[in-house]
């Protein structure tokens, strides 16, 4: 399941035309956690895209969040980000 999940995520983050992209699975770090056992995934989320050029954190945090969309209320439990300009 978590290798599907991870290909959607890929699928709507492509929305930000990222030039970097990684995704990790920490489920089963958190086997037995209540949003693990209700079906949602521990995700850890490297991207880099022109979109974050010039955005606090929050702001590149809302722009995945909005990407994402109903993803963190269903597959989605937890999600470690890490977003940053090509700049970095």
């Known amino acids: 399941m978590s290798l599907e999940t991870i ?3 890929k699928q ?3 929305s930000l035309s990222p030039s970097e992209i990684t995704i990790g699975d920490d489920s089963a ?3 037995g956690h209540a949003g693990a056992r209700d079906g949602g995934g521990h995700y850890r989320l490297r991207i880099v895209a022109e979109c974050f050029d010039g ?3 929050v ?3 809302r722009i995945v969040y909005d990407a994402l969309g109903d993803m963190m209320r269903n597959e989605i439990h937890a999600l470690v980000i890490q977003a940053l300009p090509p700049t970095h």
């Open 7 to 9: 290909e959607k995520m």
């Open 12 to 14: 709507r983050l492509a």
């Open 29 to 31: 770090l958190h086997a």
């Open 55 to 57: 955005k606090n954190t």
């Open 59 to 61: 702001a590149r945090h």
